[in-house]
C-alpha cells in the first residue's frame, strides 16, 4: 500500500481552507406535497455573479450573523411556511396554477 512502514500508523488529515457558495434559484419540488404547503426545491441553474468565495472564518463568521440553525434541529425549525413556501416559488417566477398543481 501507500504506508512503507506498516509499524508506523499513516495519519490522514484533509483542511478546508475556503467555501465557494453557489446561489440558486428555488423551483417546484418534486417531493410529495404536504400541510407544510408546495414542495420547493432548488433550479438547475445559478448565477455565477452572485457566488461567494469565503475564508473558513468568514464563513463562520457569516453563519454566526444569519442565525443559523444546526442541521440537526433544521427539520423542525427550519420549515418553511406554507405562505413563504409559495413566495419563494413565485419571485422564483413560477405561476400560481403550476405551483397549486403540485400540491
Known amino acids: 500500500g501507500d504506508n512503507p512502514n506498516p509499524a508506523t500508523p499513516v495519519v490522514k488529515k484533509l483542511e478546508f481552507g475556503m467555501v465557494h457558495i453557489r446561489h440558486y434559484g428555488y423551483r417546484v419540488g418534486q417531493g410529495i406535497a404536504s400541510d407544510y404547503g408546495p414542495p420547493v426545491g432548488l433550479a438547475w441553474r445559478h ?12 464563513a463562520e463568521e457569516l453563519a454566526e450573523k444569519c442565525n443559523r440553525i444546526p442541521f440537526t ?10 405562505e413563504e413556501r409559495i413566495r419563494k416559488l413565485r419571485d ?12
Not at 434541529?73 to 420549515?79: I, P, S
Not at 422564483?92 to 398543481?101: E, F, K, P, T, V
Open 73 to 82: 434541529y433544521f427539520g423542525g425549525e427550519g420549515r418553511l411556511a406554507p
Open 47 to 58: 448565477d455565477p455573479e452572485l457566488d461567494d468565495h469565503l475564508t473558513i472564518d468568514e
Open 92 to 103: 422564483a417566477g413560477h405561476r400560481r396554477c403550476s405551483i397549486d398543481l403540485s400540491t
